[in-house]
């Protein structure tokens, strides 16, 4: 039986993303090094043959995408997607792999595990391409849905139906304090004895209802006396003696990049844990190079873990 008959390129589809995820012939044609007329041209040929637009022209402020538009860019990502690994086929049977990986990290996580985790992954895949976007989990859940990301590494913190999400290892919170706080010298800490001192929040989406929950069992939560988004300002904030604060990642080291030091303690309470795992999309098939990957970031942190 014959098959439908295709009438469109993949040249005309990688315009097509370009210019959706820029929202401007100029910015694509820059991205892609092409002219501008190239990618009009190309994406006025591609919505004849689809039948429908894909974007809406205002003469003052760029573009925006038709919901036919919104519909079709995820698929478009897919088939790309997919003809690279036809393409990558050959390799991939003599045992080598190779392609690109988009990556995902929430905020809190890509400084301390990002890097390290690319870095050795590489050493045995060398071929291997990382498009890399640290954001909240909203950002992440919605790069799995729309096929931007093909990994996100995240907690397991309102995963989105559609979302695949493989737990790998539990992190316990932990309080850290200034190096020369009255606690510090502790074996662990009481919420208890927190909730008078000055709290430093690590003020990201879910992370700061997630640590004030954690004192209800101590009948109040803490009021922040600092705020920030950056990890780092944080762990800064508390080593300069503004506060404690509470995290949960393993930390390599308790020093500062002002050269200041903090101390690390466990609570005394039994306190929940958050959970770190690998999210995927369940609505997008797996390139084999995502396979290797994800295997690959499931073994790693638990070694990782396992240091610390």
Do not use: W
């Amino acid at each position: 039986m014959d098959g439908v008959s295709i009438r469109y390129s993949l040249r005309q589809l990688r315009y097509f993303i370009a210019t959706a995820e820029t929202l401007s012939f100029t910015a694509a044609a820059k991205r892609l090094h092409i002219s501008q007329p190239s990618i009009s041209t190309a994406l006025a040929e591609l919505e004849a043959s689809f039948g429908v637009q894909l974007f809406i022209r205002h003469h003052a402020s760029g573009l925006s995408l038709t919901q036919p538009g919104r519909d079709l860019l995820v698929h478009a990502r897919s088939l790309l997607k997919s003809a690279e690994e036809l393409q990558l086929t050959a390799q991939e049977l003599d045992g080598g792999v190779s392609g690109t990986v988009s990556l995902g990290c929430l905020v809190s996580l890509a400084p301390p595990l990002m890097p390290s985790l690319i870095s050795e992954f590489l050493r045995e895949h060398s071929a291997i391409t990382f498009i890399t976007r640290e954001a909240h989990q909203d950002g992440l859940l919605s790069g799995l849905s729309d096929g931007s990301l093909d990994v996100a590494l995240t907690y397991s913190l309102d995963i989105a139906e559609g979302i695949a999400f493989v737990p790998v290892v539990s992190l316990p919170p932990y309080v850290i304090l200034p190096k020369t706080h009255r606690l510090a010298r502790a074996a662990k800490v009481s919420l208890k004895d927190l909730l008078p001192q000055p709290y430093v929040m690590l003020d990201l989406p879910h992370s700061r209802e997630y640590f004030s929950t954690l004192f209800d069992a101590a009948g109040s939560r803490p009021v922040a006396a600092f705020r920030s988004s950056q990890p780092e300002v944080v762990r800064g904030m508390v080593a300069n003696g503004l506060g404690y604060s509470i995290l949960n990642f393993p930390l390599e080291s308790c020093r500062t990049v002002d050269g200041k030091e903090f101390v690390i303690k466990r609570f005394k309470e039994a306190v929940p844990a958050t959970v770190l795992g690998i999210a995927t999309s369940n609505t997008v098939r797996q390139r084999e190079v995502v396979k290797r990957f994800v295997a690959f970031c499931e073994s790693y942190i638990r070694q990782l873990h396992l240091k610390h």
